[in-house]
Every structure is written in structure tokens, then in C-alpha cells.
């Protein structure tokens, strides 16, 4: 279970006048993730979905509030909770001059697995994500989506408890869309717990248990998609967050 306790963030951007300002790309977000559970982080470009990932990864540093991993709270218990978390975003980049077999080969040694038992765990990720053609192939020579399926075996190679995916599937072909879909769905069949944001809404209505919207780096509103639907009288999750903010989006 994954627990965000009125987590804020403030940046610092200085303009033409070379004059100092501060501002929240998150204005005190809670929410929780349970085991089994896929849950949806919604927001337009902007919102704050990436900020409030990348501290629940560990990647930032709350200014304030708090983050917890079964009870566990991130800044006493650093390592352990990264030996058990993946975290995947949309422009994650890769070593381009390793193949991904050596990628992967280098994951397996990074989280101390066993040497006589990497191999046959390659092997066993690279046939379930279909990654066998470019096995042994330099991941700069790779498509946008085979190198995205290849960071998904990067993701599952440890076998973690908690997902973090931030934009996984833009820009993808529908076939690696659908892979990254499927391992998601996969992994909560599991249990594992999985933190999932995107700004496409009917994408998350397929396959979230749940979906927090958020805009401004505010919550907007929380629950199943048919509560959301229901509480906002509307029939998809787009309409929903529109009847939310009551109007269009300024995403400068």
C-alpha cells in the first residue's frame, strides 16, 4: 500500500527581470494505493502528475508532507522501498550503446540477483514482452515502442511490489500500448500495487480501479470511474473532468 499525506512541492523560477518567484507544482495531495489495485492519476499537461510521481518514486524530495510504503515511511527506509519499487515514464532514457540483453543483464546485478539465475529470468521476460527479435540488438537502433517495451523488462526484472508509470504510453503504436496495458493488469492480478498517470481519459477508465483527477496540483475529485460519472452527472471520464473545472484548459 502506497500512502501520500499532504504532499506539497515549491519550485523556484526567476524571470526576464532576473526576479525570484515561488510556486506549488503540488498544493497538498493525499491519496492511497492499495495492494491489487491499478490507480489512476488524471490531469492535463501541467497538472502536477509528474511532480507528485517522481516524489512518490523518490526521484524529489517533498517540501512538505509525507510518503509511506506499507507503513513504512520513505525517508527512514530509502533502499528498501527502491529495491521494491519501478519507476517508468514516458521519456525514460536507456543506455543506447548496451544491447538489451546487456541492459537487462546489468538490472539483474544492480538488485543483487543471484548470477545462475539471470539468464533464465531473461529469458522469461524477453518471451513474455515479445522482445526476443531485438534481444540482442543496441537499444539505439530500437523503435520509440520496442525501446518502451524494453524498459517495461527493465521495470519487471526485480519483480517489485509497487509500480510508479508516468505517461508510459504516450506516443506509443496501439500494439505497445497494449503490452504495457496488459503488464499492468497482469501485475495487480498479483498484487501488486500500481500508480498509473495519464492525460488519456478513456485509457484509464479501461483498466483503473480508481482515478484521483487532479488539476493545478490539486485534487479534484476521487473514486471509481463510475462514482466519478455519477457524481459529475456525465457518461465518460473526459467529460467528467471538464464538468470539474467547469471550462477549457489553459495548458501555457
Avoid at 42 to 53: E, F, R, S, V, Y
Avoid at 90 to 111: A, F, H, R, S, V
Amino acid at each position: 500500500m502506497i500512502e501520500v499525506k499532504n504532499v506539497k512541492k515549491k519550485f523556484i523560477k526567476w524571470n526576464e527581470k532576473k526576479q525570484k518567484t515561488e510556486f506549488y507544482a503540488n498544493k497538498g495531495i493525499s491519496l492511497e494505493a492499495h495492494d491489487g489495485e491499478i490507480v489512476g492519476i488524471l490531469g492535463p499537461n501541467g497538472a502536477g502528475k509528474t511532480t507528485l510521481l517522481r516524489m512518490i518514486a523518490g526521484i524529489l524530495n517533498p517540501t512538505e508532507g509525507e510518503i509511506f510504503f506499507d507503513k513504512k515511511n520513505y525517508q527512514e527506509n530509502e533502499i528498501e522501498i527502491k529495491m521494491n519499487l519501478a519507476y517508468l515514464s514516458g521519456n525514460t532514457k536507456l543506455y543506447d550503446t548496451l544491447t538489451t540483453y546487456e541492459l537487462l543483464y546489468m538490472c539483474c546485478e544492480i538488485y543483487k540477483m543471484k548470477k545462475e539465475t539471470i539468464d533464465q529470468k531473461i529469458k522469461e521476460i524477453s518471451k513474455k514482452l515479445n522482445l526476443d527479435s531485438f534481444l540482442y540488438q543496441k537499444i539505439g537502433q530500437l523503435s520509440t515502442g520496442q525501446t518502451q517495451r524494453v524498459n517495461i523488462a527493465r521495470c519487471f526484472i526485480h519483480d517489485p511490489k509497487y509500480y510508479v508509470f508516468d505517461e508510459a504510453t504516450t506516443g506509443l503504436d496501439i500494439i505497445s500500448s497494449q503490452i504495457i496495458l496488459d503488464f499492468m493488469k497482469e501485475e495487480k492480478k498479483k498484487g501488486k500495487t500500481v500508480l498509473y498517470s495519464t492525460h488519456y481519459m478513456e485509457e484509464a477508465e479501461n483498466i483503473c480501479d480508481r482515478v484521483i483527477m487532479i488539476h493545478e496540483g490539486e485534487v479534484l475529485l476521487s473514486g471509481t470511474p463510475e462514482e466519478i460519472k455519477k457524481n459529475t452527472k456525465t457518461t465518460n471520464l473526459r467529460d467528467a473532468f471538464f464538468a470539474l473545472i467547469g471550462g477549457e484548459i489553459d495548458e501555457k
